[in-house]
């Protein structure tokens, strides 16, 4: 069982920038698409960003889209969130999302994908 464990959460004021990270331990982790979601209190768990399994192939949602950037690093089997110019509406649970497809063609749903961590808490204040 795929166990994704995320880090990095926090209070930030807006306009600052956070940085995510999320860590795998499993061997097949350079097989397979990587993502963030995001929860707010009372709402749907909302696609943030994705990468494929080397890393080449992104997709972000529009309300992120400029700030925000997925990487990877699979000789680390680690994927990071890099978070900037946060806003207020930014503040949610971000959850990492594992074992997604092996090719990407568009923005995944969250059947895609197979593991999630727990979620960690980013809050940003006005």
Not at 18 to 39: D, I, K, N, P
Not at 72 to 79: F, S
Request: net charge positive; aromatic share 10%.
């Amino acid at each position: 069982q795929v166990q994704p464990v995320e880090s990095g959460g926090g209070l930030v004021q807006d306009g600052d920038s956070l940085r995510l990270s999320c860590a795998v331990s499993e061997h097949a982790f350079s097989t397979y698409a990587m993502g963030w979601f995001r929860q707010a209190p009372g709402k749907e768990r909302d696609f943030v960003a994705v990468t494929d399994a080397n890393g080449r192939r992104t997709y972000y949602a529009e309300a992120v889209k400029g700030r925000f950037t997925i990487s990877r690093d699979n000789a680390k089997n680690t994927v990071n969130l890099q978070m900037n110019s946060l806003k207020p509406e930014d503040t949610s649970v971000y959850y990492c999302a594992a074992n997604g497809p092996p090719r990407l063609r568009g923005v995944p749903a969250r059947a895609d994908f197979a593991s999630w961590g727990q979620g960690t808490q980013v809050t940003v204040s006005s």
